[in-house]
Each structure stands twice: as C-alpha cells, then as structure tokens.
C-alpha cells in the first residue's frame, strides 16, 4: 500500500441530503489542495426516503445510533475548527492521508487556526 499525507483545505461543506443516491442525510465535504480534490461524507439513510422494512441489513435502533455518532463528529469538527457552525468549516486547513489514491483519515490543522 502506497501511503501520503497532503496539506488541503475543506473547499466546501454542507449539511443535508447526499451520499449514495442522494438518499442519505449527513455532512458532506470537498477536500482539496493543490492538484487533487475528493468528497467525504457521513450520515445515514435518511428516514423521508428510505423507510426501514424487513429487507434492510440495519435497525432502526442502528439509525438512530449513526446520526448521533454523525452529530457528535460535527460537534468535534465546529470545536477543534473553533467555528459555531458548517458553513464555516469552509475554508479551513486540512491535512488528508490517502491510500492507493483512497482518502483513509482526514484532520484540522489545529495548529495553524
């Protein structure tokens, strides 16, 4: 596995419907830097579109346990950027690990805020 890590930013951020199919609700952000850009997102199936039968591999109890992890990690990212809200990660310095060309692991720059 080829490992590198890169100095970018959080070019734009959101909170709202995206991953698979639009169908998921969470945050979403472009990470960029020079000559490279990708997408992060986390939430989960968001519960207007999906609704939970006896065919989904999750619970409901599942879902409810990932959009309190997913508000947590927003929580974590507004502190550690020292901003009150999303839009405001815009902008923000990032540092990105990737793995054969796969964003692994992401953080804020703390030390540059």
Same mark, same amino acid.
């Given at each position: +596995?080829?490992? %590198?890590? =890169?100095?970018?930013?959080? %070019?734009?951020?959101?909170?709202? /419907?995206?991953? &698979?199919?639009?169908?998921?609700?969470?945050?979403?952000? =472009? /990470?960029?830097?020079?000559? $490279? @850009?990708? @997408? &992060? +997102?986390?939430? &989960? $199936?968001?519960?207007?579109?999906?609704?939970?039968?006896?065919?989904?591999? $999750?619970?409901?109890?599942?879902?409810?346990?990932? +959009?309190?992890?997913?508000?947590? &990690?927003?929580?974590?990212? /507004? !502190?550690?950027?020292?901003?009150?809200? =999303?839009?405001?990660?815009?902008?923000?310095?990032?540092?990105? #690990? +990737?793995?054969? !060309?796969?964003?692994k692991t992401f953080r804020? /720059?703390? #030390? =540059?805020?």
């Amino acid at each position: +596995f080829m490992t %590198e890590k =890169v100095l970018g930013k959080i %070019e734009s951020v959101y909170f709202g /419907l995206a991953g &698979y199919q639009a169908s998921q609700i969470g945050i979403q952000m =472009v /990470l960029a830097g020079k000559g $490279w @850009v990708t @997408v &992060y +997102f986390k939430g &989960y $199936w968001d519960p207007s579109k999906i609704k939970h039968s006896s065919d989904c591999k $999750w619970t409901e109890e599942e879902r409810d346990a990932s +959009f309190s992890d997913t508000v947590r &990690y927003v929580s974590d990212l /507004l !502190n550690t950027a020292k901003v009150a809200s =999303v839009d405001q990660l815009a902008g923000i310095p990032v540092e990105c #690990e +990737f793995e054969d !060309n796969s964003l692994k692991t992401f953080r804020i /720059l703390e #030390e =540059v805020l």
